[in-house]
């Protein structure tokens, strides 16, 4: 139970973590007795981002949701790297597939988020399928990012649900 809360709250640093998952966690610790709470989230933190045997199609849906904004239909790819090397190799490989993805699926746009939060690594790259998603992305984070390659970074980490979903509803419904 303490790996789920500690996967769901990005060891209790995404800023959809609750005071209850910090109790739950701290309850359940009582429980299970783990000493090093870190080290236990870093290994399963590896585990999870491991996307050995997985085709670019699966690791872009394999966190993916699509969204109806401001009479656009859009998707969201969530994908974890561990370090600013892997998250780069995976925004390039993600760039490649997403224009089949998108039209398999009759996106007008799609964004694979890539992100890196650990230790005291907090930043999430941002690809998006074409050059409509280009603009959105640009209207909704301003300098707030920085392009690079075929991509683009934000610090902090970003969250869907949190920062990035709002951002894009902001400048999609203006455009109705």
Request: glycine fraction near 8%.
């Given at each position: 139970m303490i790996g789920a809360i500690?996967?769901?709250?990005?060891?209790?640093?995404s800023g959809s973590t609750t005071y209850t998952d910090r109790e739950a966690v701290k309850a359940l610790n009582n429980i299970a007795g783990i000493s090093d709470m870190d080290a236990f989230y870093q290994k399963m933190y590896k585990a999870s981002i491991s996307y050995e045997g997985m085709s670019d199609k699966d690791i872009f849906f394999n966190d993916y949701k699509e969204y109806k904004i401001?009479?656009?239909?859009?998707s969201v790819a969530c994908i974890n790297a561990y370090d600013v090397e892997s998250a780069k190799k995976l925004a390039k490989r993600m760039k490649t597939?997403?224009?089949s993805t998108q039209q398999s699926t009759g996106m007008d746009m799609s964004f694979a988020l890539i992100s890196i939060l650990h230790d005291d690594i907090s930043v999430t790259y941002f690809v998006s399928s074409n050059n409509a998603a280009n603009e959105v992305l640009k209207a909704a984070f301003g300098d707030k990012v920085v392009f690079e390659d075929t991509f683009c970074r934000i610090e902090p980490?970003?969250?869907?649900?949190?920062?990035?979903?709002?951002a894009i509803t902001k400048v999609l419904d203006s455009k109705k």
């Open positions: 500690l996967s769901d709250t990005k060891n209790l640093k401001g009479g656009k239909q859009l597939i997403m224009p980490y970003a969250s869907r649900k949190k920062v990035f979903i709002p």
